[in-house]
Each structure stands twice: as structure tokens, then as C-alpha cells.
């Protein structure tokens, strides 16, 4: 019975555990440190042959409307349109995905032809990125890991 009852509270302690690790990753505020954890990948998609920023930031066109997917082995797992400042923003359950495993399994593809920003652009092919981390956000009990694009490429048989 002591031994059941023991169990049980490891697994408790194990299930309450792990998410709060997962949640401190990096950056540990004060003593307690953050409880709730994000992952957010954001970045700017511009109207350009590879999707990035050119010489000048503010005389770059940017790519609205875009439909922007997470995909990890293969698999979309989440999707976000860039707005009119061609901004998207995608946020990730950290219980439910690991840092790690965005860095190293997954990228950034846009599929939306950039014939639809600037009809001088492919009509065929897409745009992909792998991500990098860029540090963490910390407000009260609140962590957000922050992800941008490493870069996007353009690609023409992207599917
Ligand atoms: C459209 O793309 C072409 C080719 O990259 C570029 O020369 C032109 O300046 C772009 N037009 C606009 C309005 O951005």
C-alpha cells in the first residue's frame, strides 16, 4: 500500500516536473523562475526572389497574405499568414515540443507563390528556412523562447 501510494506521487511530482523544466530552458528568472512556457518562431517574409530583406529594411517590399507552415519530419504542424507588414507569428506548447527538436527537425516553408506579391517573381516554387533560437523572453511567470528564420531560400521544388 505504501509502496502504491509512493508511486503515485512520483509519477505526480514526474508530470508536474518535466513541463516545468521544459518551461525554464535558458533563462531562470529569480529563485522560482518562470512557471508557464511558450515557444514563439516570428519573423518578417519579404517580396523578394528569397523571401529576406534586401540592402534597405524600409524600402523592402514585404510579402502579405502568405501562408507560413511549421513543418517538422515532413509534417506540417502548425501554419500562420504573414499581415499587411508581412509579420507571422507561430506559438508552440513547450510540453509539447522540445527546443531542440525545432532547431534540428523542423524549418519554415512558404508555399504561396511570390508571383502573388510581385507578379515579376516565381509562380511556381516556394520559400523554406530552418530556425534558430534567439534567447528567451522573460514577463513573471511567463518564459517565451524566441525563434526567428536562419534565412529563407528560395525553392523551386518545393512542395
Ligand atoms: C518585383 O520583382 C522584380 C524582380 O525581383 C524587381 O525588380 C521589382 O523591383 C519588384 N517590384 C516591386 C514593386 O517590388
Same mark, same amino acid.
Given at each position: 500500500m505504501a509502496l502504491k501510494s509512493l508511486l503515485v506521487l512520483g509519477l505526480l511530482i514526474g508530470c508536474i516536473a518535466l513541463p516545468l523544466a521544459q518551461a525554464q530552458? $535558458? $533563462?531562470?528568472?529569480?529563485?522560482?523562475?518562470?512557471?508557464f512556457g511558450l515557444l514563439r518562431i516570428q519573423g518578417i517574409l519579404f517580396c523578394t526572389p528569397n523571401g529576406n530583406v534586401g540592402v534597405s529594411a524600409t524600402a523592402t517590399p514585404v510579402f502579405p497574405n502568405a501562408l507560413v507552415q511549421l513543418q517538422c519530419g515532413g509534417n506540417v504542424v502548425s501554419t500562420a499568414t504573414t499581415d499587411s507588414s508581412g509579420v507571422f507569428s507561430i506559438l508552440m506548447d513547450p510540453v509539447n515540443f522540445l527546443l531542440s527538436t525545432l532547431l534540428s527537425g523542423c524549418r519554415l516553408a512558404v508555399n504561396t507563390p511570390l508571383a502573388s506579391c510581385?507578379?515579376?517573381?516565381?509562380s511556381v516554387g516556394g520559400l523554406a528556412s530552418n530556425l534558430q533560437f534567439v534567447g528567451n523572453t522573460v514577463a513573471g511567470l511567463l518564459n517565451v523562447a524566441n525563434l526567428v528564420p536562419t534565412g529563407f531560400q528560395f525553392n523551386a521544388n518545393l512542395h
Open positions: 530552458l $535558458g $533563462g531562470l528568472g529569480g529563485l522560482l523562475g518562470p512557471i510581385n507578379a515579376s517573381l516565381p
